[in-house]
């Protein structure tokens, strides 16, 4: 529970200031030559949803395994989610430039990979 009310009141106000994004950009600003590419620096930006997507899975997983155990935990998950939905549809909306569409590719792999942890965590338990 510690890690998760961690994770949700820290992490995500501070992926807000993308702290190693600012040090590449102003690394890249001394480098470039004309204002043209100063302003590419900044704009062209993406999301790399494979850092991502692997910690909210995680908190998801952790979320609903213990709150069996304790009902506290749904709090502290349902904040990690408030907070990075605010702060992934900010970043999302003003921040990062949207990459090709993978026709719903993520959403497939998300379901196996929340699903079958579930399952077989459902098997476990009423073994």
Not at 21 to 46: G, H
Not at 65 to 86: G, R
Not at 100 to 106: H, I, K, P, R, S
């Amino acid at each position: 529970m510690p890690s998760l009310v961690s994770q949700g009141l820290s992490r995500t106000p501070l992926q807000l200031l993308r702290l190693p994004q600012l040090a590449m950009y102003l690394f890249r600003l001394q480098l470039a030559n004309s204002p043209r590419q100063r302003r590419r620096l900044w704009a062209n930006q993406q999301q790399m949803l494979g850092w991502v997507l692997p910690l909210h899975t995680l908190v998801l997983l952790l979320g609903l395994v213990f709150c069996v155990a304790s009902p506290l935990i749904a709090v502290f998950t349902l904040l990690y989610f408030v907070s990075a939905t605010v702060c992934q549809r900010y970043q999302w909306l003003y921040v990062y430039r949207h990459p090709y569409e993978g026709a719903g590719t993520l959403w497939k792999q998300v379901f196996t990979q929340v699903s079958s942890p579930k399952v077989q965590y459902s098997s476990r338990v009423l073994l």
